[in-house]
């Protein structure tokens, strides 16, 4: 059995703090330095860090507290890509998204002065004994994903193998490097398997469903080989969701459509939402379980989009109807999102967030005695 994630565990990121957020904006405005902004970013961090370990989190993040996406900040620090700022953003259900994206600018590369090293490092000194620091960065395909804005043809001529590959080196070496900083605990944030599983089950040819398909496989293999050869003693899991920007979503469908693929990603352990119906049933973990018997899946059964709590009861009847299809033992328990995938944050005050978080260890230790 995987050894983490951990039987409750979070996905990463939380509301961001009034006094970080206004120092982000004087920092845009001019008012206050780069070096002031740190300092600020820093001492929230700090704070953060001590209320996880004493709501009694065994992981710790950051809270992406130093990002405005919880994507666009680790993808335009990596050598070859470029900051883009475009019109309309992304179309969510009811709200649209900023127009922050990138831009493939030029051959794709690893960035030995990637600000996020510095912030692991950071973390990693303020992370409590008995604890351990978790690193969230956006997967490979937030990048690849063949958004005609992501990408600028003329740098790789059309050689997808070639592209493909400089991203694997880009993040074998990045998290090489977290691993050489002390980083035992890394999550990959994947939305683009529940993108693929939405228009999957929308496509109107065999042309539409092959070409996602294609997309999807490209996924897998590139997943597969960063996580080829990853130390023994450094876990790697995975986070879908189907899209979390003030409260609002971007897709909906089950995993049925995209199991058989999803499943063969060889990370420790899957964060899968499934707070509501869009998520669909818990059919599709016996193909995870199938493949991985080791691997522990976290059910994201609990929403981080708004603050009505979740009835304890109702919530272990799901997890052991989840128990029907995957064992007990492989099981945990989270949020089906962070609580700020964008610094503006979801719909919820910071109190209400850490009565979620309380929310799901209590349930935890009723249903696993080791948690």
Same mark, same amino acid.
């Given at each position: ?23 982000? $904006? ?14 600020? /970013? !820093? ?22 507290? &130093? ?53 692991? /490092?950071? =973390?990693?000194?303020? &992370? ?8 969230? #960065? ?6 690849f994903n063949y958004n005609p804005f992501a990408f600028t043809p003329d740098v790789y001529k059309g050689n997808?193998? @070639?592209? =493909?590959? +400089? ?7 990045? #998290?090489? !490097? ?18 693929? *599983? ?43 969701? !189907? ?6 979503? *971007? ?20 964060? =899968? @939402?499934? +707070?509501?119906? !869009?998520?669909?049933?818990? $059919? ?17 059964? #609990? ?6 709590? $979740? ?17 007990? /033992? ?18 919820? &005050?910071? /109190? $209400? ?19």
């Amino acid at each position: 059995m995987s050894k983490l994630p951990f039987r409750y565990d979070i996905v990463g990121s939380f509301l961001r703090p009034a006094v970080l957020l206004k120092a982000r $904006e004087d920092f845009r405005n001019g008012k206050i330095d780069e070096q002031k902004l740190q300092v600020i /970013e !820093r001492e929230e961090i700090k704070k953060l860090v001590d209320k996880e370990a004493k709501a009694g989190l065994k992981a710790v993040t950051d809270g992406e507290f &130093t990002r405005s996406w919880f994507a666009e900040d680790w993808i335009v620090g990596l050598n070859g890509m470029e900051k883009l700022q475009l019109e309309h953003g992304i179309k969510f259900h009811s709200v649209e998204t900023t127009g922050e994206y990138h831009t493939v600018a030029g051959k794709i590369g690893y960035n030995p002065d990637h600000p996020f090293f510095a912030l692991f /490092e950071f =973390l990693k000194s303020v &992370t409590p004994e008995g604890h351990i620091p978790k690193v969230t #960065i956006p997967a490979p395909a937030l990048i690849f994903n063949y958004n005609p804005f992501a990408f600028t043809p003329d740098v790789y001529k059309g050689n997808k193998e @070639e592209y =493909l590959n +400089d991203l694997v080196d880009a993040y074998k070496k990045s #998290i090489s !490097r977290f691993y050489d900083l002390g980083c035992r605990y890394l999550q990959l944030d994947d939305t683009m398997w529940t993108y693929f *599983a939405y228009f999957l089950k929308n496509a109107r040819t065999d042309l539409e469903k092959s070409t996602i398909l294609q997309v999807a496989k490209d996924d897998l293999y590139i997943l597969n080989k960063i996580l080829e050869g990853k130390p023994s003693d450094l876990w790697i899991s995975m986070h879908s969701c !189907r899209g979390n920007y003030k409260s609002d979503y *971007a897709f909906e469908g089950a995993y049925d459509s995209i199991i058989d693929t999803l499943s063969k990603v060889n990370v420790d352990g899957l964060f =899968l @939402e499934y +707070d509501d119906e !869009r998520s669909g049933g818990f $059919e599709p973990l016996a193909k995870i379980h199938a493949e991985s018997p080791t691997r522990r899946v976290i059910l994201g059964l #609990i929403t981080s989009k708004f603050a009505k709590l $979740e009835s304890e009861d109702e919530v272990i009847a799901r997890i052991h109807e989840a128990a029907k299809y995957i064992p007990l /033992e492989n099981l945990g328990l989270s949020t089906q999102c962070g609580f700020a995938s964008c610094e503006e944050g979801n719909i919820l &005050t910071e /109190e $209400e967030q850490w009565a979620k978080v309380d929310l799901v260890i209590r349930i935890a230790k009723r249903v696993w005695g080791d948690a």
